[in-house]
Structures are given as C-alpha cells and as structure tokens.
Nanobody, 122 residues
Framework: VQLQASGGGLVQAGGSLRLSCAASGRTFSNYKMAWFRQAPGKEREFVSVISSSGESTSYIDSVKGRFTISRDNAKNTVYLQMNSLKTEDTAVYYC????????????????WGQGTLVTVSS
C-alpha cells in the first residue's frame, strides 16, 4: 500500500492542524493505521493508532485529549486532528500501515508515508 501524508505546516502554540494520509494500492480497510512522529535529534515515537474498522483508538499520553485519530475507509484516508498544539509537538509526522496486530511498535509497520512537517511556534 502506498501512503501520502499531507496537512503539516507552521502554527502558533494553541492552534490546530489536521493531518491526512491517503492510501492506495491495497484494500485500505484491511490495515490498522498509525501516526508516528520524529522531532529533531530524537527517535521516532508512536503517536496514535486506529483499528481497521475505526472502533478502537490509542494515543501516547502526551497527546491524549488534544489529538484525535479517525479514518474514512470509503476515502482510503486516515486523519489526525491536532488541537491545542504545543511547541513540543514540533516534528515530522509519519503515517504507517500494518496488516498485523494492533500495535504501537514502529517496526511492526510495513508501509510508511513520506512524512509531513509540523512546526509549532511559541
């Protein structure tokens, strides 16, 4: 499956952005989808995951209550709505897909998008 992330940009602290990740090539609804991020000088970290049906979601503690992951299987797209953004959310955000287990582990995701940069200014 090919993934194309978009929606990043520059936003002030407290603002909002919505990331999108469009999938093509395979049956999108068969895949669990996740967002990861990598800040400058840091390792890539898990942000959120959504089940194939969209019924189950999980988040890293630092974004709970601020970020919402969702998917539209008819549009082959997963979203990450990011509200109340903080400077520490600055990172390149990657979407990823797995046909395996519902997981937070990056190495379990076979397919990755190219990343979209989110910069939050103070």
């Amino acid at each position: 499956v090919q993934l194309q992330a978009s929606g990043g940009g520059l936003v002030q602290a407290g603002g909002s952005l919505r990331l999108s990740c469009a999938a093509s090539g395979r049956t999108f609804s068969n895949y669990k989808m996740a967002w990861f991020r990598q800040a400058p000088g840091k390792e890539r970290e898990f942000v959120s995951v959504i089940s194939s049906s969209g019924e189950s979601t999980s988040y890293i503690d630092s974004v709970k209550g601020r970020f919402t992951i969702s998917r539209d299987n008819a549009k082959n797209t997963v979203y990450l709505q990011m509200n109340s953004l903080k400077t520490e959310d600055t990172a390149v955000y990657y979407c990823a897909a797995t046909s395996g287990s519902y997981t937070y582990t990056a190495s379990r995701y076979l397919y990755w998008g190219q990343g979209t940069l989110v910069t939050v200014s103070s």
